[in-house]
């Protein structure tokens, strides 16, 4: 639902603010269709001010004096123990057609009177899911999610995102061919309904087979095709998705506080009451769902200049944080699911993570060399990654929506940011892309998407270590060049005493020194405006 400021541009719907010391922060739940939109459990991610919410608070979302129980994932915490993310469920009541509802988060609920929901309870009676891969050279392998998650569940190889009274959602794996595996992450909700991402990555690297996969795919749900698709090309390190949920595809439109989130560090400031050019909204159209296709990213990425895509965020990404709107936020979606056609998605199913440059500390992605390691040629994918100009496509999309797909497009994208570069560059196992001898783009870009993983994956993950890791060797480095580059330059650049890390806080160019710990997220702090 579009709203205007005094210039005839789009800013984003008021929210409510917090007005009692139990308040956290305001949200809206918009029904842009032409009928009422029914109760159904809706997820979204929300990021907090430190100390606001801890790890044992129970939230509540009150609306119009009713307060409905919130399931926290607790996903990342801020210095002191509190909550910095979590993934937050509940059950959205009925809205009204082409209307919305007005919620205030709250510290004031109590402990669920249920457990966590078990994935054990699905089975072929109550989840049935079927996906059919016909490989080109005539294997035909069938996947039958309900008897591939209790096989997961009895070899305790389940990989768990949420787990609560009110939905639970568990990912599992399965190999198909070559560099190619499928990935379902299964949610399961209290009302007994279900949603499945199912994701095709044929995306395993360093290992003795691979290479590009022709196949065709049906999906079935409940005995009825949900999607079917002839001769798709999937070459190496390419990833796609496909969300199927027995509620349907239509969902209540999340209208998030984005000046709180701005505080929060989360997010560059952005100017909220400039807001959008109307023109520039309407001109974000879908325009249907291209399997592996680039939608609005450039696929020769050393371009340089007029991209919508590449700056401090992609144009689509600020649209969406200044507006609020449904329609930005299904265009930038869809720009971030293109993120998984980029070829540059380098797992390793030995660790089922992405390669890490300790295992392989002289590993270099040379664009020149084929078919190693490497970007695909322009003749075969039709996409040349690379640092100095790389989009940043993920990391919006995971932190409004906790999507686990595009967290792995996140760390997907800075590992191969790593990768990509010169050992010798890097100083191998060090990993530093910030390195004084790389473009001073590519630099840049590719520690902001190193720190954007350090601070976006769960705490205390193998995954949050290492890019934490990462960014803590390369701001070690940089602020070790101080002294020379001082002396070189003539004037002093910062002060850092002994045991801190610096941070690009991006406050009108300043640059800011921040205390320990060793590795702190991105503050982003730049005031931007958007074109017209």
């Not at 123990?81 to 709250?106: D, H, K, W, Y």
């Not at 979606?333 to 295992?359: C, E, I, M, N, R």
Request: with cysteine.
């Amino acid at each position: 639902m579009a709203n205007t400021n005094a210039n005839g541009r789009v800013v984003a719907p008021a929210v409510l603010q917090a007005q009692l010391s139990t308040d956290v922060v305001g949200f809206n739940l918009e029904n842009n269709q032409a009928s009422s939109l029914g109760q159904q459990y809706i997820t979204f991610q929300e990021t907090f001010l430190p100390g606001e919410v801890t790890t044992s608070t129970h939230l509540v979302a009150i609306v119009g004096g009713q307060k409905i129980p919130v399931q926290m994932d607790v996903k990342t915490t801020n210095a002191d123990g509190s909550v910095r993310s979590a993934l937050l469920t509940f059950e959205q009541p009925s809205i009204s057609a082409n209307s919305s509802l007005a919620f205030m988060l709250s510290t004031t609920g109590t402990a669920f009177s249920t457990g966590p929901l078990s994935l054990a309870s699905l089975n072929d009676s109550n989840y049935n899911l079927k996906v059919t891969i016909a490989l080109q050279g005539g294997t035909t392998v069938v996947l039958d999610a309900a008897t591939l998650l209790e096989q997961a569940l009895n070899a305790g190889t389940v990989s768990y995102w949420q787990t609560g009274p009110l939905a639970t959602q568990g990912r599992l794996d399965v190999p198909i061919a070559g560099s190619l595996h499928v990935t379902l992450d299964i949610t399961m909700y209290a009302d007994g309904s279900t949603s499945t991402d199912v994701q095709f990555n044929n995306d395993y690297a360093m290992q003795a087979v691979g290479g590009t996969a022709v196949y065709n795919v049906t999906i079935q749900q409940n005995g009825s095709t949900v999607l079917q698709q002839s001769n798709i090309t999937e070459y190496q390190y390419q990833t796609w998705h496909t969300v199927v949920s027995t509620t349907g595809p239509s969902h209540a439109n999340v209208v998030q506080d984005i000046n709180y989130l701005e505080l929060t560090g989360a997010v560059p400031n952005l100017d909220l009451a400039a807001g959008v050019d109307p023109a520039a909204l309407a001109a974000e159209r879908i325009t249907g769902n291209q399997i592996l296709g680039p939608g609005s990213v450039t696929k020769y990425m050393p371009t340089a200049g007029g991209r919508s895509d590449i700056g401090l965020m992609p144009g689509w990404n600020a649209i969406w944080l200044i507006t609020q709107d449904e329609q930005a936020a299904k265009y930038a979606l869809v720009q971030a699911d293109a993120a998984g056609s980029v070829p540059w998605h380098y797992f390793d199913p030995k660790t089922g993570t992405y390669l890490s440059v300790t295992d392989y500390p002289t590993l270099w992605a040379d664009p020149r060399g084929t078919p190693t390691l490497t970007q695909q040629p322009s003749s075969s994918s039709g996409w040349t990654p690379e640092a100095a100009h790389q989009p940043d496509l993920s990391y919006v999309a995971y932190l409004m929506t906790g999507d686990r797909y595009y967290l792995d497009q996140l760390n997907a994208q800075a590992t191969f940011s790593v990768f990509s570069d010169w050992p010798v560059y890097r100083e191998n196992g060090l990993g530093l892309v910030a390195n004084g001898s790389d473009e001073v783009r590519a630099q840049a870009w590719s520690l902001r998407v190193i720190d954007e993983a350090a601070w976006a994956n769960p705490t205390g993950s193998v995954e949050q270590h290492a890019f934490a890791q990462l960014a803590d060797n390369n701001w070690s480095w940089l602020v070790s060049q101080i002294p020379a580059w001082t002396q070189r330059q003539g004037e002093a650049m910062c002060l850092a005493p002994t045991g801190t890390a610096v941070v690009p806080q991006w406050h009108h160019g300043s640059r800011i020194i921040l205390p320990a710990p060793r590795f702190r997220p991105p503050k982003w702090a730049m005031r931007m405006r958007l074109p017209s």
